[in-house]
Antibody, heavy 121, light 107 residues
Framework: QVQLQESGPGLVKPSETLSLNCTVS????????WSWIRQPPGKGLEWIGN???????NYNPSLESRVTILVDTSKSQFSLKLSSVTAADTAVYFC???????????????WGQGNLVTVSS | AIRITQSPSSLSASTGDRVTITCRAS??????LAWYQQKPGKAPKLLIY???TLQSGVPSRFSGSGSGTDFTLTISCLQSEDFATYYC?????????FGPGTTVDIK
């Protein structure tokens, strides 16, 4: 059973860059797409983007100018960087796996527990 | 981007009730739709994918139907552990968008 675990700072200052890692265990990072999703406190879910184990990416146009998602297969990790953050970026950030091998257009069957990131000075 | 709406936004129900939640996409998405359950402080959990396929381990009281633009999640006999927020998500086109959620609480 694959498990995902987010890690990173819980507090980021405005205008700085938010950085999170997601470590995959209990399964292979290869052959799958991996996504980042966020949820502001008390609100709904927003898909940020995804990455294939080969490194190809898809980003939400609403965030594309500020987002970078990378993968490190040797560490079974993928990462999220969001630049120039504001209070509006305060949210729980989740990482997740797409359920179909090689399929970006598939549902998200395994999720990390989430990492709350607060943007505040 | 494809817009997803859900109705109702919230509902109150009792254990044993049959509950139906509707999801509508702003354009046709074939069967590229998933349903998730989320409890407070927890990650969403996949219930149904491809509009009607039950994820492994999910109780059979959950069912999904629909294709194109209109979809339904049904809980046939509500249990205490089913009180939660439910989200639908389209994965037909990037960006993959979620509905605003439906909260099911105790009447």
């Amino acid at each position: 059973q694959v498990q995902l675990q987010e890690s990173g700072p819980g507090l980021v200052k405005p205008s700085e860059t938010l950085s999170l890692n997601c470590t995959v265990s209990g399964g292979s990072i290869t052959s799958y797409y991996w996504s980042w999703i966020r949820q502001p406190p008390g609100k709904g879910l927003e898909w940020i983007g995804n990455i294939y184990y080969s490194g190809s990416t898809n980003y939400n146009p609403s965030l594309e100018s500020r987002v970078t998602i990378l993968v490190d297969t040797s560490k079974s990790q993928f990462s999220l960087k969001l630049s120039s953050v504001t209070a509006a970026d305060t949210a729980v950030y989740f990482c997740a796996r797409h359920e179909r091998r090689h399929g970006s257009t598939s549902s998200l069957d395994s999720w990390g527990q989430g990492n709350l990131v607060t943007v505040s000075s | 981007a494809i817009r997803i709406t859900q109705s109702p936004s919230s509902l109150s129900a009792s254990t044993g009730d049959r509950v139906t939640i509707t999801c509508r996409a702003s354009q046709g998405i074939s069967s590229y739709l998933a349903w998730y359950q989320q409890k407070p402080g927890k990650a969403p959990k996949l219930l149904i994918y491809a509009a009607s396929t039950l994820q492994s381990g999910v109780p059979s009281r959950f069912s999904g139907s629909g294709s194109g633009t209109d979809f339904t999640l049904t809980i046939s006999c509500l249990q205490s552990e089913d009180f939660a927020t439910y989200y639908c998500q389209q994965y037909y086109n990037s960006p993959f968008t979620f509905g605003p959620g439906t909260t099911v609480d105790i009447k």
